[in-house]
């Protein structure tokens, strides 16, 4: 069965930082490039960074750019996304999604609606 579990969420205050994880299972992960994905209530989904598992090109929202930092470790099939410098309007739900892109390894697009599988989601709030 495909696996993709988000962890690492929690409250922060503003300024701190977070370390997401997604640990993937049930499917070649080398052949998929991950995306981190956030939702806050009311608001719409919102791709936030990704990486080509075969190519290693990494992509960044503007809102997060020089904040956060995504990587990878193939031998534990696991996804990262390092969240520094974290502010109130981060606050959501993060998900990580795996995407099958065959004929481009270094495609990884920030469009929720390309990916194939989704994880359960993890909370991160970010507040004094």
């Known amino acids: 069965e495909v696996q993709l579990q988000a962890s690492g969420g929690g409250l922060v205050q503003p300024g701190g930082s977070l370390r997401l994880s997604c640990a993937a299972s049930g499917f070649t992960f080398n052949d998929y490039a991950i995306g981190w994905f956030r939702q806050a209530p009311g608001k719409e989904r919102e791709g936030v960074s990704s990486i080509s598992t075969e190519d290693g090109s990494t992509y960044y929202a503007d809102s997060v750019k020089g904040r956060f930092t995504i990587s990878k470790d193939n031998a534990k099939k696991s996804v990262y996304l390092q969240m520094n410098s974290l502010k109130p309007e981060d606050t959501a739900v993060y998900y990580c999604?795996?995407?099958?892109?065959?004929?481009?390894?270094?495609?990884?697009?920030?469009?929720?609606?390309?990916?194939?599988?989704w994880g359960q989601g993890t909370l991160v709030t970010v507040s004094s």
């Open positions: 999604a795996a995407g099958l892109f065959g004929g481009d390894a270094s495609y990884a697009p920030l469009r929720g609606n390309e990916y194939d599988y």
